[in-house]
């Protein structure tokens, strides 16, 4: 009898976990500026994709939202929610914030976040003052984790 899938597929995920190649820091960020004078309910996004052949474990995500703006960030690895990639927080995050997520944390995903190649984090702006913006407003997303070879 031989040894279940299950099993050899398990150990190569742990494998890859402590095969880190590199950092994924504030120097992997990705930004979304949504243009001066942008009427209330605007949105824009900008993707960040993981390269082909990798394999990303975030362990955090920060995402900053300037005046004007709130911010959100979509994952493909996620259900879809009416074919739109579904957002990770239920609630957008308010303008003007800086917020770290400890995706191992309670209420939070409770471990990283594997994502391979082609897998995709959207950033979300969207406009929520009233009268629209007054300058050229930014969200941005800070992703922290590691960086490994895909093994499966």
Known sequence: ???????????????????????????DRVEVTVPDASAQDVVKTVELEVPAGEVWFLNRLNLVTEAEVSGNVRVSKFPKTDTIDKKYLGTDQAAGANTNYDLSAAGQLGADLRLVGGDKLTVVATVTAAGGTTAARKVTLNPYGRK???LI
Do not use: C, K, S, Y
């Open 1 to 27: 009898m031989g040894l279940p899938l299950q099993v050899f597929r398990e150990a190569l995920l742990n494998a890859e976990a402590i095969h880190t190649e590199d950092r994924i820091d504030e120097r």
């Open 148 to 150: 490994a070879r895909r």
